[in-house]
């Protein structure tokens, strides 16, 4: 029982230190911080200066690009690029379609989307949810159907995060409606630019474009995009929610926006005192303080047995999106909280990254306006990938025997 | 960074674990519990045979060495078997303030007599009106004839029927002291009771208390941070001991879902049911991590970090504590609430450890205020 990191480890730590002081861009850092809306360009940007780093997929294995780092690596290069304000890396591309490229799909496929991933070209996203088919996914009813070398794609998709940038989507449709509703389901891989897809925004009650919905009618998709089985999509769809385990949980993340609340706290004032010397609200900074402390050690635990690779699944995923996704929608809840009236106001230019305030609202300081975006906008972290009441299923039926 | 047992500890989970399942089974500590002294002797020579009164001592007084590391596994054994034995009060507490602060001749005299279980030990600090603050001793040391005099009333000194000396704190004028007190001194009396889970516990009387010269453990007047050690170490110590009972609950608890039928169907199939013990999984698992945390930064020498550590660690693991006594009780239904399952004991043991040295109030409001510090 060891919770000090190795002297390899430390070493490891101030490389990926000394590499986000030289390389990451200053003004991006400074919108991240700042919780102001990121650019498509600002991801790519980020992707291609980790790429030329030989950075650019730290959850990869070395024979497809990647860095092939442990999972105690992976963690300490999270910790430090979401402390330096360095853009999240999307996931849909590099830890959702990739490693079920990687499991499933054929030589050709991994030559021809991995190395587009990894350098940045292509964006993916994702079309998996449709309007009947949520929490219950297996129910979709997009529908493919073969004519000739091609599918036929018809049908919508919904909760597409950031698809009004993306070059390719994987997306789950229904290749026969024969037997259990899961064993009809197939895996393909289309390209955005095909006639018949179209993209329309759903705005969020943040006030953001971040999500869309995606129609597909008479999408002809060639059959080689379909990875592996045709009819197997479901086995493979359920890898890729099941893949990504410790990077879940935000530690990272949460860990930034804390020290930003307790500064927030610090800075506000409460009855001609600092908020922070108000024990009822400093209560409450404390409890989701130790909140993350313990979901930091239970990420640590599944790292470090993940890297030893000899226990069996547990509820540890579960327990990580669940602790992990209500951390964080507590922390935007106190930021929120600790402006007080200044909360109110809602601004959209503000969250631009030149917006420099507004002449008629001098005490109204930069980071008001998009606090309060952010907790409305974090209330999807315990709905998506698996609300956490699906969890607690996963949790009670497949772990427990329930 | 390495979350694993070593195989000496993984040898003495085991060895503990046979142990309560062979020999200290939930019928045998009922009927313990009832004896005049309220614990198992048999038991405790046993403990001595497999080393856990001498684990943390240093090896040159007879001790196996062991971190706190090793108390939180043994804790966490001894909650699980629901232990009604002092190891708290003997082990971890008096012999961990002789082992900090102790002179060679009390290390010498002492720590060999708890490592083979002859001597237990008890602490007598707490006083009418301190609650859980370390400083309030009213008690008065009175230096008299090269010693001292000792007056004063402890409150709910834990194991105290059974202990054959008294580590007891007093005032010198500004400063505590810490005085080794025989259970049979002259102007000491002893009002023992049982408490709520099943052990015992007594209040201290000491009119005109003497004590010779080595009987002081450290120096006279500078005792509250080794008080303050001893007791993070102790908190640290009955976190594992919390974990133990929220694992075992966990477990009886998902046997009856799985078994009891209602409506013609286990009630485990029943989804607010199920999501309540998922629920006490997550909150069992969250408190092993915070107890973990605490049992590593209890041998931590750098006291902010190792109170801070305890502190967040205590509240938390009371608060999932609390959790998943409660619902193992109510998922058990009617049953739950008899004298007859051994769930009702195990809450019971859950509920005390949250008003042991320092509830969740206490515990949070001591982490709250290192914020201030930040």
Redesign the interface.
Known sequence: ??????PE?QAFRAEVCAFLREQLPPEIARKVHDGKRLAKDDFVRWQKILHAKGWGASSWPVAHGGTGWSA?QQHIFDEECADAGAPMQLPFGLKMVAPVIMAFGNPAQQARFLPRIVDGTDWWCQGYSEPGSGSDLASLKTRAVRDGDHYVINGQKTWNTLGQYADWIFCLVRTSTEGRQQEGISFLLIDMKTPGITVRPIIMMDGEHEINEVWFEDVRVPIENRVGEENKGWTYAKFLLGHERTGIAGVGRSKRELKKL?TIACRESSAGRPL??D?RF??R???V???L??????N??V???EG?KKRAPG??A??LK??GSEIQQILTELQMQALGHYALPYLHESLDPDWSGDAAMPAYEGDAGPLSGHYFNVRKTTIYGGSN?I???I???M???? | ?????TEEQIALQDTLRRFYARDYGFEHRRAMSKSADGFDRAAWATFADFGILALPFPEDFGGLNGNA?DTMLVMEMLGRGLALEPYLSSVVLCGGLIRDAGSAAQKEALLPAIAGGELMFAFAHNEAGSRYALDHVATRATPAGGGWTLDGAKAVVLAAPSAGKFIVSAREGLGLSLFLVDAGAPGLSLRSYPTQDGARAGDLRLDGVQVAADALIGGACGALPLIERAVDYANAALCAEAVGIMAALNEVT?EY??TRKQFGT?I??F?A???R???M??AT???R??A??A??RADSTDAAERSRSVA?AK??VLQSARLVGQQAVQLHGGMGVTDELNVGHYFKRLTMIGLTFGDVDYH??R???T??A?
Request: charge should be negative; avoid cysteine; aromatic fraction near 6%.
């Open positions: 029982m060891d919770l000090n990191f190795t480890e105690v307790k922070i010397e024990p400093r209560d900074i404390a409890q303080e130790m909140e402390m313990a979901l930091e050690i239970t640590l635990r790292i470090s047995a030893e509820p540890e579960s327990i669940i602790k009441e969890q607690k299923n949790i009670s039926q772990i427990l025997g329930l | 960074m390495n979350f694993d047992y590391v998902l879902l799985k286990p485990g199939k989804q049911l199920q999501h013990m998922a629920d999984v997550i698992e969250q408190a991590s915070m973990t945390l049992a590593v967040a509240a938390y949070l409001g982490f709250s205020d914020l201030l930040a």
